[in-house]
């Protein structure tokens, strides 16, 4: 069971995911620390561990708007949640998909802080109002991104492939 | 049913007849572009090739460019040494297209890249940095990608996993009114579409405004798509283009224009009438919060900044100095510019440009990205209010979640200047 530990509104931007001023910090190992770092009460609750593994960030329309920085998905990968949201800007989902950061569009979601969600392969349980909602799956061609264990893994196969 | 131009694009740059929207393909890139987060990339480059026993080598050296440009000159020992990692890492690897901290090659890569010619009609261009559908502006399908997936284009030439995105086409018709530019028409469109309006999708420019603007002002335009979702903005490949490559970039072999079908096949049309435009303002705190200037006019500005790879380019910096002529910028208000490369800063120099804007009381800084994404200089105390030529209003944007950030034109933010707070530029008298 996944518990909504926050919510948060339209057009989260990598500027409020990963602040700019913190953009030469970039090894993936050392970013975690300032997610959401202006959001003070988030940035408090992820970097002392004050949730279930598991737990779900909830975001409305176009999450991850803006930069291409990395260190946004990056910073988040760094905790075992997962982010939900009715849609996601291309680059951030992307990144997403490259770096193994489970992201879930669910364009009809409703939940409140705190309620429990089954996250299934296709659809999303909210298990504390008893409704369900569709999953918009990853296209085949990112799935398979995903399932080889991220882009690294991937375009190394490939790699190998080419010099066979 | 005929092809976009980026549907023409990725079909050649994959050795195709067609290629039809949603079908997922993997062109080879022509041009492969980072700045100060080459550092990463090299990071998760050299992982790929971790156990693999194979020469750690980029697949094409030549078509590798990488601009510092983010934090320049270095403003902490972190970034100076991740400076240093890629410039080591340039060297080994024989990277050509390196622009490092010197007055005569520096400047922001969106600039650096049209200017130097390294952008070509029908190139298939990644950048890790959103607003690389810039160079959409010369008839490129031009879009941002992250660190690693650039890590992977480095290994492979190629760009995994491309859907072929549907086409927004936009048609602008008429002529700009004074000191209404290119600028107000992209924070028109994007506060007409939103921020999510073009969302994996591109933005197609048409229309006689386009047909009659120069690769300045198309710049600007590409450059914004991104804010409204776009995977890139491009305006198809025309004898202005042409002109461009050749006169102003120094190009010498043949230019080839590569230009959509009559009957292509778009998402949707967004016409637009630039006779009736004012000058726009992109509100705080997203950049669809686009009103004209009549319903913001008023509003106290600490500071203005003019530059960026929006609109720090040459023209820019003339609008601004031709209504700062003989004007003050006001006492409680900062104006700084940051021109967009080392060229243009010497170009102005030249012109005297920056002897009206010094005089003024305007601050002229190397050319950089810094204080766009509050990186680097000209950072805002808490509860202050900028007014800038950027391209981002989001909270925090500026290095300060307590401040706020306007968008707008160089001729607006000029005007503004002068009177310290948010002023409508066909209100100044100008001084010869």
Redesign the interface.
């Known amino acids: 069971m996944s518990k909504v530990i926050y919510k948060l509104g339209d057009?989260i931007?990598t500027?409020?995911i990963y602040?700019?001023?913190f953009?030469?910090?970039?090894?993936p190992t050392e970013t975690p620390q300032f997610a959401f770092v202006?959001e003070k009460e988030l940035n408090k609750m992820l970097v002392n561990n004050e949730f279930e593994d598991g737990s779900v960030i909830l975001a409305n329309?176009?999450f991850g708007?803006?930069?291409?920085?990395?260190q946004a998905?990056s910073t988040l990968k760094g905790y075992n949640i997962s982010i939900i949201a009715k849609?996601f800007?291309?680059?951030f989902l992307?990144?997403s998909v490259?770096?193994g950061l489970n992201t879930i569009q669910c364009p009809d979601i409703e939940a409140n802080l705190g309620d429990d969600l089954e996250i299934k392969e296709n659809e999303v349980i909210n298990k504390t109002t008893g409704k369900s909602y569709k999953i918009i799956p990853l296209?085949?061609?990112?799935q398979?991104?995903v399932d080889a264990g991220?882009?690294?893994p991937?375009?190394?196969k490939?790699?190998?492939e080419?010099?066979k | 049913m005929g092809q976009t131009v980026v549907q023409k694009i990725l079909a050649k740059a994959c050795g195709l007849d067609k290629v039809a929207v949603g079908e997922i393909v993997e062109p080879k890139v022509d041009l492969a572009m980072s700045h100060e987060n080459g550092a990463l990339v090299i990071n998760q480059f050299k992982e790929i090739y971790e156990g693999t026993e194979l020469p750690v080598k980029v697949w094409d050296p030549s078509k590798i460019a990488i601009i510092f440009d983010h934090r320049v000159p270095a403003e902490s020992s972190k970034t100076a040494t991740n400076q240093m990692k890629i410039r080591n890492f340039v060297k080994e690897q024989g990277i050509t297209k390196f622009h490092d901290i010197r007055g005569d090659r520096m400047g922001i890569c969106h600039q650096i890249l049209p200017e130097n010619g390294y952008v070509r009609p029908g190139y298939v261009v990644c950048g890790t940095d959103s607003h690389t559908t810039s160079h959409g502006a010369l008839g490129a399908f031009a879009f941002g990608i992250g660190a690693t997936e650039m890590a992977s284009v480095w290994t492979l030439g190629t760009a995994l996993n491309v859907p072929v995105p549907p086409t927004i086409k936009v048609i602008v018709t008429g002529k700009l009114n004074q000191f209404v530019e290119a600028k107000d028409i992209i924070l028109y469109l994007i506060g007409k579409i939103s921020s999510e309006g073009a969302n994996n999708k591109v933005i197609e420019f048409h229309g006689d405004t386009i047909k009659n603007m120069n690769i300045s002002g198309r710049l600007t335009l590409c450059n914004m798509a991104v804010e409204a979702g776009a995977t890139s903005g491009i305006v198809p490949a025309d004898e202005e283009t042409q002109k461009y490559l050749k006169f102003v970039a120094g190009v010498q072999d043949d230019i080839d224009l590569v230009t959509p079908d009559e009957d292509a096949e778009y998402d949707s049309i967004v016409e637009i009438d630039a006779n009736t435009l004012s000058p726009q303002i992109a509100c705080p705190h997203t950049v669809d919060n686009v009103k004209p200037i009549e319903e913001v006019s008023g509003i106290t500005v600490n500071q203005i900044v003019i530059g960026s790879c929006t609109n720090g380019r040459l023209e820019d910096l003339k609008t601004a100095a031709d209504i700062l002529k003989g004007n003050k910028v006001a006492e409680h208000t900062r104006m700084l510019i940051f021109p967009a490369s080392g060229k243009i800063y010497q170009e102005a120099m030249k012109l005297g440009y920056f002897n009206t804007l010094m005089e003024a009381g305007a601050v002229v800084a190397n050319s950089g990205c810094g204080p766009c994404l509050g990186i680097h200089q000209g950072a805002l105390g808490d509860g202050e209010v900028a007014l800038s030529t950027t391209n981002r209003n989001f909270k925090g944007r500026m290095g300060n979640p307590k401040s706020e950030v306007y968008l707008c034109s160089p001729a607006v933010a000029a005007a503004s200047a002068i009177m310290g707070f948010i002023t409508d530029p066909r209100k100044i008298q100008l001084n010869d």
Do not use: F, W
């Open positions: 057009d931007s500027d409020i602040p700019g001023r953009m030469a910090t970039v090894l202006d329309k176009n708007c803006g930069s291409s920085r990395e998905v849609n800007a291309r680059i992307q990144n490259n770096l296209h085949s061609a990112r398979a991104i991220g882009l690294i991937y375009t190394r490939k790699l190998l080419r010099n």
